[in-house]
């Protein structure tokens, strides 16, 4: 377990499911994490949950539940995966399930808390991930964690009707500063 002060990270249990199923199937969700995705029947959550039990190795790859700290309550997921151990490079995502749980800086906290993992404790040297370019939100929480703009990716994917543009972007292990909860940084001074 992950933990930070508003929220932690924990392992998926089946107990979640039927939550995660719910928001997979919740189109305004899908058209802001760009999938086309759509897990509508529980016997497909229950694959893929079999999917995740089935990875064991750190270098495999995880999926998160975040949870509220207070609580407990199960707000979204944060995962890593496509490691390439040459590389040390990974990909990460995110996503709080519902509205309310938005905007109140548990996304940054989510993804500060897993970028910690994956440079102190694994020993990456890149993380990386895709955001829709006019996601505006999305982009302010990872530039604010310190994510680099690396590109875009225009007409990148294709939902809702039209081609969306993708921004790539990355940040370096020695880039990586773990900002405190109460507004310190502190910069980890690994140079990886
Ligand atoms: C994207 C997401 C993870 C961000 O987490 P969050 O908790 O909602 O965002 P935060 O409250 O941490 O805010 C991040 C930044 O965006 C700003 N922000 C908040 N709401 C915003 C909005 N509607 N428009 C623009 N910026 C916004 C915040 O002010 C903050 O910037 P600041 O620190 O400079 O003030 C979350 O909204 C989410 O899960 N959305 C649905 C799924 C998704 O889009 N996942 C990401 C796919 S790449």
Redesign the pocket.
């Given at each position: 377990m992950l933990l930070a002060k508003r929220v932690m990270l924990r392992a998926i249990e089946r107990q979640d499911l039927d939550a995660l199923n719910s928001w997979w199937n919740d189109p305004a969700?899908s058209a802001?994490?760009g999938t086309r995705r759509h897990l509508s029947a529980p016997d497909e959550t229950e694959a893929w949950y079999d999917a995740i039990l089935a990875r064991v190795e750190p270098h495999e790859g995880r999926t998160y539940a975040v949870c509220a700290t207070v609580d407990g309550r199960l707000l979204?997921t944060a995962w890593y995966g496509s490691f390439d151990a040459q590389d040390r490079n990974v990909e990460v995502?995110?996503?709080?399930g519902q509205e309310e749980?938005?905007?109140?800086?548990?996304?940054?906290?989510?993804?500060g808390l897993l970028l910690s993992y994956l440079f102190e404790d694994l020993g990456v040297h890149k993380v990386r991930?895709?955001?829709?370019s006019d996601?505006?939100?999305?982009v302010?929480?990872y530039e604010?964690l310190g994510f680099q703009h690396e590109g875009m990716l225009r007409h990148h994917r294709f939902f809702a009707g039209t081609h969306h543009d993708f921004m790539a972007m990355g940040m370096l292990a020695s880039e990586h500063v773990t900002r405190g909860l109460d507004g310190t940084q502190e910069d980890t001074g690994r140079n990886r």
């Amino acid at each position: 377990m992950l933990l930070a002060k508003r929220v932690m990270l924990r392992a998926i249990e089946r107990q979640d499911l039927d939550a995660l199923n719910s928001w997979w199937n919740d189109p305004a969700l899908s058209a802001l994490l760009g999938t086309r995705r759509h897990l509508s029947a529980p016997d497909e959550t229950e694959a893929w949950y079999d999917a995740i039990l089935a990875r064991v190795e750190p270098h495999e790859g995880r999926t998160y539940a975040v949870c509220a700290t207070v609580d407990g309550r199960l707000l979204g997921t944060a995962w890593y995966g496509s490691f390439d151990a040459q590389d040390r490079n990974v990909e990460v995502g995110l996503y709080l399930g519902q509205e309310e749980d938005r905007g109140r800086g548990l996304g940054t906290e989510t993804m500060g808390l897993l970028l910690s993992y994956l440079f102190e404790d694994l020993g990456v040297h890149k993380v990386r991930l895709l955001v829709r370019s006019d996601h505006d939100r999305a982009v302010r929480c990872y530039e604010r964690l310190g994510f680099q703009h690396e590109g875009m990716l225009r007409h990148h994917r294709f939902f809702a009707g039209t081609h969306h543009d993708f921004m790539a972007m990355g940040m370096l292990a020695s880039e990586h500063v773990t900002r405190g909860l109460d507004g310190t940084q502190e910069d980890t001074g690994r140079n990886r």
